[in-house]
């Protein structure tokens, strides 16, 4: 594959297209306005040279930057071979962007949906030929996660499955098969930790830290539900769960206000300097 799209530029965006990048593919990364796309590029440069003090390889930021080129609108990807789409996980959002790329690209193009929640069939239904979405969830952050979820919608078929899985492995992840089901297996078990460690700072009965200090200190996890909770995106989380609660109609899914109230204040985590946590900018 000589050319592969990434559309859109936040977080989720962003680690994919460096880790292409990092691996020696060929990137275009679009966005709906210049600004994203100038911090998009920022924000790659910058993980690059952190890499190592993060505990990760030692990367060559000139040279990962030298492979992605950045494009205002989708219309950029009309030559791309495959295209991993990242958009917010808002139903509306995704369904404008897939309309537009199934104007947009040809015919025999693969199409990742990038989703912790929305089904891929829905996605598929977008497009004259369905058969080539499929879905990946990538984890946050992207080049730091060798495990992904690989799901296929009913349409999907075998050659853009493995079409994927090639890809996937040039980029040094594992698929892990799983059928198209809303949340999948990660955010099917994730969103309900994560939203009802929510419910108890809410209802007062633990702060953050406590949450977060109990899921580390009893069961090992080297993160807390309310920190990864911060990581991945409070704005995140909550259409997550809306996605999940509209689609099982299940009140086990119910958003906790606590969530909803955060995401209209603007504290989304790390991305904004201030989720459950306070970050330094």
């Given at each position: ?84 789409e ?34 891929i ?17 990538f ?16 349409h ?38 994560v ?9 007062g ?65 790390r ?10 900018s």
């Open positions: 594959m000589t050319v592969i799209g990434v559309v859109g530029a936040g977080v989720m965006g962003v680690g994919v297209a460096q880790n292409l990048a990092q691996y020696g593919y060929d990137v275009v990364l679009v966005d709906k306005d210049e600004r994203i796309l100038a911090e998009a590029r920022d924000a790659v440069t910058r993980n690059a040279r952190m890499s190592r003090l993060m505990g990760g390889p030692a990367l060559d930021a000139d040279a990962i930057m030298a492979r992605i080129t950045t494009e205002v609108g989708v219309k950029a990807l009309a030559d791309a071979e495959l295209v991993i990242n958009v917010t996980e808002n139903w509306d959002i995704k369904r404008e962007v897939h309309q537009e790329l199934d104007a947009v690209l040809s015919p025999d193009a693969v199409v990742i949906v990038n989703t912790s929640a929305i089904p069939t829905k996605v598929g239904s977008l497009y004259g030929r369905p058969e080539r979405v499929v879905g990946v969830h984890m946050n952050p992207v080049p730091a996660k060798p495990v992904v979820e690989l799901i296929p919608g009913f999907t078929s075998a050659e853009t499955v493995e079409r994927t899985r090639a890809l996937l492995t040039g980029m040094g992840k594992k698929g892990v098969d799983v059928k198209d089901s809303s949340g999948f297996v990660s955010n099917r078990v994730l969103m309900l930790t939203n009802e460690a929510a419910f108890l700072v809410y209802e009965v633990a702060t953050a830290e406590s949450v977060d200090e109990v899921f580390r200190g009893c069961f090992g996890h080297p993160m807390g539900p309310l920190e990864t909770a911060d990581l991945i995106g409070v704005d995140t989380i909550l259409y997550s769960v809306e996605v999940l609660y509209e689609h099982y109609a299940d009140s086990k899914y119910r958003p906790c206000p606590l969530l909803k109230q955060m995401t209209d204040a603007g504290l989304h985590g991305k904004t300097g201030r989720g459950f946590y306070t970050y330094a």
